[in-house]
């Protein structure tokens, strides 16, 4: 059975860091989603949750950890703080790919002028999609008979 680190909890973070500028830059363990990891007592913990509560305190209850950097990897206590799941949301959108307007629909065709239609709700629709759209709903309807070839 492996051994567990008994050290501080600050000691094992400032062992894993590289000061670049402002940032902390965690070299330890990234997980997939770019945040820094260290095991404490066997249990994987996010590194910049660790940093916050060993240098400024315990987080409260339904608070996240905001990176004021933009930084995931970064682990300055001067560069997060302690805020609401909405909060850490409204500061994110800015810098979110999927908040920032499409210019061209899946198509490539672009979202300007006349190809541009604004439906109820604000939703955006490229005109040229449309029409192939209803184009080939055409297609599979099955066309109208006259009355007269009904009622023979």
């Given at each position: 059975m492996r051994k567990l680190d008994v050290r501080p909890i600050k000691?094992?973070?400032m062992e894993r860091i590289s000061v670049e500028g402002e940032c902390w830059f965690w070299?330890?363990?990234i997980n997939p989603k770019?945040?820094?990891s260290l095991s404490v007592r066997g249990r994987c913990n996010l590194a910049h949750r660790l940093s916050y509560e060993a240098f400024c305190g315990p987080i409260g209850d339904?608070?996240?950890?905001?990176?004021l950097c933009r930084n995931r990897a970064c682990i300055n206590p001067d560069h997060l703080e302690a805020v609401?799941?909405?909060e850490n949301c409204k500061r994110a959108a800015p810098f979110h790919p999927g908040s920032r307007p499409r210019t061209h629909c899946l198509r490539g065709h672009e979202f300007a002028g006349d190809n541009l239609f604004v439906g109820r709700g604000?939703?955006?629709y490229c005109r040229a999609c449309c029409r192939i759209r209803e184009a080939s709903r055409r297609h599979y309807r099955?066309?109208?008979q006259p009355q007269?070839?009904?009622a023979a």
């Open positions: 000691v094992r973070l070299t330890g363990t770019g945040y820094g339904g608070l996240q950890i905001d990176h609401t799941a909405s604000g939703k955006r099955p066309t109208k007269a070839e009904r």
